[in-house]
């Protein structure tokens, strides 16, 4: 004899029956994606169901190949945001954080207790044009149908800017001893008018050379060359742009210049280095940022 059941609700790739063929409602249906399929399915002694195949999320929460499904709606978890957070004033940081749970999540970011609206309501929360006002404690609240969960508070710090901007930082390869010169032009190709930007005497390789020209130009190209025949063929990388640091005062100042991740906690400032001045103006380049977070800086007086 024929049985026919009755299909009482649309479900997406996997779902619930009862004993009567209908659609058990206390089981959410599901997606798996992006678009493949569920090739294997067990019951645990709990009666949660595991199902394992070519998939890398279920429900739009990243799982790869296996996943266990709760068979209800599944509330709201935080599995992420900063420890801490230090911007400069009038300047700019975003809050990200991560959630999982059945969607949709609704976030919602707090300040120093007080609901945030507007860019407020995203996972993402972008701050710009820092006032000093905005120092203090933002907390994140995620929430579904199931119940709502508060993120452990980020600490953000805003503090004074300090002058910088960003410079070229050439890395210098030939014998150690010799000596390379540096040169630029503003347009490549076998017609750029090079120029002379210095001759740099190599005390190891490699070496950095801050190109600190003033204004910077839009674009530049450079090269490297021997004043005289070595023992090697000389080479440049530039591996990155880096801050250089304005340092005034008078001669035989000395200035403390300390770092902090932008990201972290606010309290975790790292000496980087004490210059003695010997210009009112001059400049230190922070080549030990490449490769490394994003990082700000203060400057303290030392006697």
Not at 143 to 152: K, Y
Not at 188 to 217: E, M
Request: with cysteine; net charge positive.
């Amino acid at each position: 004899m024929e049985k026919h059941f009755p299909f009482a609700a649309p479900a997406n790739n996997f779902f619930c029956l009862l004993p009567n063929g209908s659609v058990d409602s206390s089981f959410l249906a599901g997606q798996i994606g992006p678009n493949l399929g569920v090739r294997s399915l067990g019951i645990q002694a709990d009666g949660k169901v595991v199902i394992g195949g070519s998939f890398s999320l279920v429900n739009q929460t990243p799982r790869s190949f296996v996943a266990r499904l709760m068979g209800e709606y599944a509330g709201p978890s935080i599995t992420y945001v900063p420890t801490g957070a230090t911007a400069e004033a009038g300047g700019n940081i975003s809050l990200l954080a991560a959630a999982t749970g059945y969607p949709p999540l609704v976030y919602q970011w707090r300040f120093n207790g007080t609901n945030l609206a507007g860019a407020g309501t995203n996972r993402c929360l972008a701050l710009n044009n820092l006032p000093p006002a905005a120092a203090g404690t933002y907390t994140l609240v995620v929430s579904n149908a199931a119940g709502a969960v508060t993120s452990a508070p980020v600490t953000l710090s805003v503090i004074p800017p300090v002058n910088r901007r960003l410079v070229p930082a050439l890395e210098l390869w030939g014998a150690a001893g010799g000596a390379l010169n540096v040169d630029c032009a503003d347009q490549p190709g076998p017609a750029a008018a090079w120029r002379r930007l210095d001759t740099v005497s190599l005390a190891g390789a490699p070496q950095f050379y801050f190109d600190a020209s003033q204004p910077p130009p839009p674009q530049r190209f450079y090269r490297v060359s021997q004043p005289a025949p070595g023992p090697s063929n000389p080479a440049l990388g530039l591996p990155a742009m880096i801050p250089a640091i304005a340092l005034t005062g008078n001669v035989g100042d000395r200035r403390q210049l300390d770092y902090i991740n932008v990201l972290g906690p606010t309290n975790a400032w790292v000496n980087l280095a004490t210059v003695t001045l010997t210009n009112p103006a001059q400049l230190y380049f922070d080549a030990s940022c490449i490769g490394q977070p994003a990082r700000l800086y203060r400057l303290v007086p030392t006697p």
